[in-house]
């Protein structure tokens, strides 16, 4: 028997990175896993890779700032798969900027993907993922991709940073009063650090640009990060999926409002 076995699991952002690898572990473990990204043709790559494995998937091109996309997405989701178990908010934006050079668009579209972008998710989820737990034994759940830098500052990341730190909040609130009027949904969240990823390799290479961390050269700035977790390396795309596999199975059927950080080491210092 899989972990997830019967479940059915959207997965925002999984495209590539983390996302790609939480949907791939996902399937693994019998999910019937629902492939969404900004990018359909990627999406469908994706979806259709897990068939030929033999894991069941389904693609869509999602917007997740377009709150009348979402309305379709779950309404489709529903309508062709039966319901949802597992809504996991991965899909995240980037941006490698000083304060003085991050203009209020730019602050905005990183609010707007990174934070509005989870909002629309719980919001539009919630009543197919509490739909489909009326009457199980075990609850629904909402994993949340939030990240170190929503705890930790460092230079030249002002809207990112906020934004996930704005994440942690949204993840905690909902789990409350999910759980405080009795709907069947838990939430948490997963914070990585530094993970190996098309996203971070762009953002190493933008701090090298910029000499953030004392040097412009790409390699000694990517070791640079890794030198400062405790582990001495960056993650992995699949250590952060079976972290976030756990927070969605119900083997953790009592957590909820939780942070689970997947970072070396990292906020223990």
């Keep these: 028997m899989g972990r997830l076995d019967n479940k059915i699991a959207l997965v925002t952002g999984a495209g590539q990175g983390i996302g790609e690898a939480i949907v791939e572990l996902f399937a693994r473990e019998g999910a019937h896993v629902v492939v969404s990204d900004l990018d359909l043709a990627r999406a469908n790559e994706v ?26 997405a779950i309404a489709w989701i529903q309508a062709e798969l039966g319901g949802l178990d597992i809504l996991v908010n991965n899909a995240g934006v980037a941006l490698v900027k000083s304060i003085e050079d991050t203009s209020l668009a730019q602050f905005r579209n990183v609010m707007r993907v990174n934070v509005e972008g989870v909002f629309l998710g719980i919001k539009h989820a919630a009543p197919a993922l509490a739909a489909r737990a009326k009457g199980r034994a075990t609850t629904a759940a909402i994993v949340n991709l939030a990240s170190v830098l929503g705890v930790q500052g460092i230079p030249d990341n002002i ?111």
């Design 47 to 72: 979806a259709a890779q897990i068939v030929r494995s033999g894991g069941r998937a389904a693609a869509c091109g999602l917007d997740v700032t377009d709150e009348p996309g979402w309305q379709r």
């Design 159 to 269: 809207a990112y940073g906020t934004s996930k730190a704005a994440v942690r909040q949204l993840s905690r609130c909902a789990a409350i009063e999910f759980a405080e009027r009795d709907t069947p949904i838990r939430v948490n969240a997963v914070l990585p650090a530094v993970t190996d990823t098309p996203m971070v390799r762009r953002e190493i290479e933008e701090w090298a640009e910029l000499g953030t961390f004392g040097t412009r050269d790409v390699e000694t700035t990517r070791a640079a990060f890794g030198a400062r977790v405790p582990l001495k390396r960056i993650g992995s795309a699949a250590e952060i999926a079976y972290t976030v596999l756990f927070a969605a199975s119900d083997e953790s059927s009592f957590t909820t409002g939780a942070e689970y950080a997947v970072d070396g080491g990292r906020l223990a210092v």
